[in-house]
């Protein structure tokens, strides 16, 4: 079936740091990925998403590249900011229906 | 205002009450959607409804009910509910498969 793997957490940096969270998904069609954000006591957002192979999705400093040879779409930004902790979410569908990673938590400490 | 309102946003019930969730949106989006977030489990997939009146069993449809009598209202309920149960449900919709998931609030539900 479809699913998603991502890095599991938590991951803690400091400010400035570069962060890579990684994700892999199962190649079964050709499906769009996504990666949504969701900041403490609050519902999931969109961050980014890609719907083809080599598209980068980009948002607020944050990138990914949609990588069909190696069935990847990991998360990047090379600065983070403490408003940048929260938990993110790889995800692999359509809109109409997607199938979430575990989630990885993110601290960035001052 | 716009936007995707859950209700309550906290719920204590005991071991085999019937429970209901609410979820209301005013975009008038054809697609809404139930998770439950667990640790270690991410977001699963409970229910889903492409239109008024057509509803879908997800991942995890075991021990809920859903209803889509009207466009705007996608209520969820744990018909006996038990603590496996506990967890925290979010409720989502979108327009199409080309516009993004828009999520609640979320519902921490807790069966004691």
């Known amino acids: 079936g479809n699913s998603v793997t991502q890095m599991e957490g938590p991951v803690t940096l400091s400010e400035e740091a570069f962060l890579t969270i990684n994700c892999t998904y199962t190649a079964t069609g050709y499906p769009s990925l996504f990666w949504y954000v969701q900041y403490p006591g609050e519902g999931l957002q969109l961050l980014l998403k890609?719907?083809?192979?080599?598209d980068k999705g980009s948002n607020k400093g944050f990138e990914a590249t949609y990588r069909k040879e190696t069935t990847s779409f990991h998360l990047e930004k090379g600065s983070v900011q403490v408003s940048d902790s929260a938990v993110y979410f790889c995800?692999?569908?359509?809109?109409?229906?997607?199938?979430f990673g575990k989630g990885t938590l993110l601290t960035v400490n001052p | 205002d716009a936007g995707i309102t859950q209700s309550p946003r906290y719920k204590i019930t005991e071991t085999g009450r019937q429970v209901t969730l609410m979820c209301h949106q005013t975009?008038?989006?054809?697609?809404m959607f139930w998770y439950r977030q667990d640790l270690g489990h991410g977001l699963r997939l409970i229910y889903y409804s492409a239109a008024a009146d057509i509803t879908d069993k997800g991942e995890v449809p075991d021990g809920y009910v859903v209803s889509r009598s009207k466009t705007e209202n996608f209520p969820l309920t744990l018909e006996s509910a038990t603590r496996s149960q506990t967890s925290v449900y979010f409720c989502?919709?979108?327009?199409?498969?080309?516009?993004?998931?828009?999520f609640g609030n979320g519902t921490r539900l807790t069966v004691t």
């Open positions: 995800a692999r569908g359509s809109n109409y229906k997607l199938t």
């Open positions: 975009w008038s989006h054809s697609y």
């Open positions: 989502a919709s979108t327009a199409s498969g080309d516009s993004p998931l828009h």
């Open positions: 890609a719907t083809k192979a080599d």
